[in-house]
């Protein structure tokens, strides 16, 4: 069935340095990949997504990438702050009717002052 | 505030019980989704019903089921319920029928004894 490996399960990066998060899915009719960050005790929210027909977006210190041929997509978040520390969760699914949503397992980011 | 929100906040039941829970959607939102998040686990997308018609479903047990109301509000059923079901349940929701940015409830936090 469908599948989204997502790596690493932890990462510890120093305040101000960059965090890389990766994700590969097995679904090649996936065409909207999201990223959820999951704070300690509280909901997931939606930071930033991408579909298929861009290779590349950046919302401030966040930026995606997305390469379809290999499937696989990445999270980038730069300049690492203390309140970027939560479990993000990467995300495929296609953007059509009837479709499930397939959730990576989660990374747990730790910055670290 | 998302704008779901999710009743009861936490819930207590022993085993073989059955509860329901139960989640109403942001205003103008017809889709919504369950997931189950385990302790330390990632999200087990269950089900996702669009405008009162089940539209996809995911890993969810024979045990439970879900339904969607025509005020689109939308209630889980867990029935003969197992120490393992202890979990987090959240309910999200969405305007589009697939691939758009789902908008997550605080959660039930079920604990079955």
């Given at each position: ?23 590969t ?52 978040i ?36 | ?12 039941t ?71 079901d ?28």
């Amino acid at each position: 069935g469908e599948n989204v490996e997502q790596h690493p399960s932890t990462l510890s990066v120093q305040e101000g340095d960059s965090a890389v998060i990766k994700c590969t899915y097995s679904d090649s009719a996936s065409n909207y990949f999201p990223w959820y960050k999951q704070e300690l005790g509280k909901r997931p929210q939606l930071i930033i997504d991408i579909r298929s027909n861009v290779g590349e977006k950046k919302d401030q210190r966040i930026a995606v990438t997305l390469n379809k041929t290999a499937k696989h997509f990445s999270l980038h978040i730069t300049e690492t702050q203390p309140e970027d520390s939560a479990v993000y969760f990467c995300a495929a699914s296609r953007d059509s009717s009837a479709s499930k949503i397939i959730f990576g397992s989660g990374t747990r980011l730790s910055i670290r002052p | 505030d998302s704008g779901v929100t999710q009743t009861p906040k936490h819930l207590i039941t022993a085993t073989g019980q059955r509860v329901t829970l139960r989640c109403s959607p942001r205003s103008g939102d017809l889709s919504v989704y369950w997931y189950q998040q385990s302790l330390d686990q990632g999200l087990q997308f269950l089900i996702q019903y669009y405008n009162g018609e089940e539209r996809a479903k995911g890993n969810i047990l024979e045990r439970f089921s879900a339904q969607q109301f025509p005020d689109l509000h939308s209630e889980l059923n867990l029935s003969s319920l197992e120490l393992g079901d202890s979990a987090l349940y959240f309910c999200a929701s969405s305007v589009l029928l697939g691939g758009g940015e789902q908008y997550f409830g605080p959660g039930t936090r079920l604990t079955v004894t």
